[in-house]
């Protein structure tokens, strides 16, 4: 009877480590899907226009803060997919409570890449959008709306990335309170 009474006490916290497992992989995999996603909308982002008898064209790469944002977010790809390895390989060996703490910084990281990117985009977006009346910038927005519909898609996707990682160093967080000194 004892025994029983063991294996009911030691289910619970395997059951809640494969459920973590499982989330965080799932939320790894929404996390590259997003920024992989943005990062091919922000490089696929050009749009040729008529304006006045002046042909303007609008394309990523002529804006340094767009340019950075498609950079992070390939950056945030690449380390989504790495860390999805990591944890995939770590927890069908256990994930000990140190290694949140690891996964927790590198989520961190991530995050912080990603928010800057996107924090830079949506700034240079806004500009784009409402011009900036005191400096002598016009809005192109409403002349470029192609590119800029697909811009705004990109820094939305890259935001959603930035809310999953959040959770991921959330999730670290609490897990890595867990180790003992």
Not at 79 to 104: I, Q
Request: charged share 10%; net charge positive.
């Amino acid at each position: 009877m004892d025994n029983f009474g063991t294996k009911n006490m030691q289910n619970p916290p395997l059951k809640s480590n494969k459920c973590l497992l499982g989330t965080q992989i799932l939320f790894r995999i929404l996390a590259t899907a997003f920024t992989l996603a943005a990062t091919l909308i922000i490089l696929t982002s050009k749009q040729t226009v008529t304006v006045f008898g002046i042909e303007m064209d609008a394309r990523y790469n002529y804006s340094s803060a767009f340019k950075f944002f498609a950079f992070a977010n390939m950056i945030g790809c690449a380390f989504s997919v790495l860390s999805l390895f990591l944890v995939s390989v770590l927890g069908h060996k256990g994930l000990d409570p140190k290694n949140y703490f690891y996964m927790l910084l590198h989520d961190l990281i991530v995050m912080a890449l990603l928010l800057a990117g996107c924090a830079a985009a949506t700034a240079i977006g806004y500009v784009g959008k409402y011009g900036e009346m005191h400096s002598g910038w016009m809005p192109i927005c409403d002349h470029v709306s192609k590119f800029c519909h697909k811009v705004t898609t990109s820094v939305m996707l890259s935001y959603f990335a930035v809310i999953l990682y959040l959770c991921l160093i959330i999730i670290s967080a609490n897990q890595s309170r867990k180790v003992q000194v």
